[in-house]
């Protein structure tokens, strides 16, 4: 079983720069895809960022792609740096997590086991 943490969230304003950190506890965490996905009112959970198990690959919504660095820390932290936030950027941010033995990211909600809390993120004009 793994216990994935979000922190980081909070309030900035446009333009401004958020790193979200996403903690693990549990089983070993090195051969874990991870992800990005996050959720604003009224509308569905997307998917932001993912990264493979190794780090070396990782892939974004076109709308974050050159703004928003996923990265993996230790073996059992990933990071999600944002800059240049936008006010249509406001949402919760959940970090996700699914055992691979692949060199994969995942681009789906479905796709992963693992979910934290979630972390809010919100960007004022």
């Known amino acids: 079983q793994v216990q994935l943490v979000e922190s980081g969230g909070g309030l900035v304003q446009a333009g401004g720069s958020l790193r979200l950190s996403c903690a693990a506890s549990?089983?070993?965490?090195?051969?874990?895809?991870m992800g990005w996905f996050r959720q604003a009112p009224g509308k569905e959970r997307e998917f932001v960022a993912a990264?493979?198990?190794?780090?070396?690959?990782a892939y974004y919504l076109d709308s974050v792609k050159g703004r928003f660095t996923i990265s993996r820390g230790n073996a059992k932290t990933v990071y999600l740096q944002m800059n240049s936030l936008k006010p249509e950027d406001s949402a919760v941010y959940y970090c996700a997590a699914r055992e691979t033995y692949s060199s994969d990211y995942y681009t789906t909600d479905y796709e992963y086991t693992y979910w934290g809390q979630g972390t809010q993120v919100t960007v004022s004009s």
């Open positions: 990264i493979s198990w190794s780090g070396g690959d």
């Open positions: 549990g089983r070993t965490f090195r051969s874990y895809a």
